[in-house]
């Protein structure tokens, strides 16, 4: 009887805080676009992705693809021509940062707007809409379109938790870029929907200097053989200690259970087609059947 009243405490605190949070801080009016497939592909940033499009290339056609961050800086954003462009991380839009970011956030969306010669639909936070300097940049192309979301995190009861997600107005903790792209392709009625980069193999990149700073490698597919250990910033300023830091993955990995259920609910299936994934919430499929399926 005591755990039971613990769990509904706790669920109803969350519940309240929940509402306080989107009262504040999110948008009413989020609509996400109709899908163009039944099937979609999300093109996560991790060490695999590379050699995952190089061999399975045939297994993305007449599916529309989501990528995310980066992406657009390297030489796949122009040959696969993504539908859709996910970002969460507010060192691409905040402009009180430390100076590498603005560097890397302006030369990623100039790429952007000299680029994208087809429709894309970038997804951003609404938080982003307020600051001007991303935006000025991309306002040249016409091809791109906005929607800005709620990166609102909704925690309490699961049919709370639901009901807020099916109305936009959050998702899961955002401390990854997976969380509001998985959180849209299940809105928008992807009824399959598959994870190609989504390595998530930190756990095993991350060191403690002698100054006590706590580094870690977050290698992607661009630049997995020259990345090395740098703190993670609290965002674009500063650097996490370790709880931060596992708190973070925490959270992430976390949300990927909820989502699960989420996608479940619905009868959207979410598959996981990176080899050497961390992420243990979804069904794993290998790259080859995946091929044999779409001879």
Not at 76 to 89: G, Q
Not at 109 to 124: E, N, Q, R, S, Y
Not at 193 to 222: P, T
């Amino acid at each position: 009887m005591v755990l039971r009243i613990q769990y509904f405490l706790s669920n109803l605190g969350s519940v309240i805080t929940t509402i306080i949070r989107v009262l504040l801080l999110s948008n009413w009016r989020v609509q996400l676009n109709k899908p163009i497939a039944d099937e979609c592909v999300i093109l996560a940033n991790g060490p695999s992705l590379g050699d995952q499009i190089n061999e399975h290339r045939q297994f993305l056609k007449n599916k529309d693809l989501i990528c995310v961050n980066h992406f657009p800086s390297t030489g796949f954003y122009k040959e696969l021509k993504p539908a859709f462009y996910v970002t969460s991380a507010p060192d691409l839009w905040l402009d009180q940062i430390d100076e590498f970011f603005v560097k890397q956030s302006n030369g990623l969306f100039k790429t952007m707007a000299g680029d994208t010669h087809w429709p894309l639909v970038f997804h951003i936070p609404y938080e982003a809409r307020k600051f001007r300097r991303w935006q000025n940049l991309l306002k040249s192309n016409p091809k791109i379109k906005f929607v800005f979301y709620n990166n609102t995190p909704i925690e309490g009861w699961k049919w709370f938790r639901h009901l807020c997600f099916r109305m936009n107005l959050g998702m899961p903790r955002p401390h990854n870029v997976l969380i509001p792209c998985l959180t849209h392709t299940i809105n928008m009625g992807y009824r399959r929907i598959y994870l190609w980069g989504a390595d998530h193999s930190w756990l095993s990149e991350i060191s403690v200097d002698q100054k006590n700073q706590v580094l870690i490698n977050q290698k992607h597919f661009y630049d997995s053989k020259t990345s090395v250990g740098k703190p993670l910033d609290k965002r674009g300023v500063g650097q996490r200690n370790m709880p931060e830091l596992l708190t973070k993955f925490v959270h992430a990995f976390n949300g990927y259970f909820v989502l699960r259920e989420y996608a479940e609910s619905l009868g959207i299936t979410i598959l996981n087609a990176t080899p050497g994934s961390f992420i243990d919430a979804f069904e794993r499929v290998d790259l080859k059947s995946l091929d044999d399926s779409n001879e």
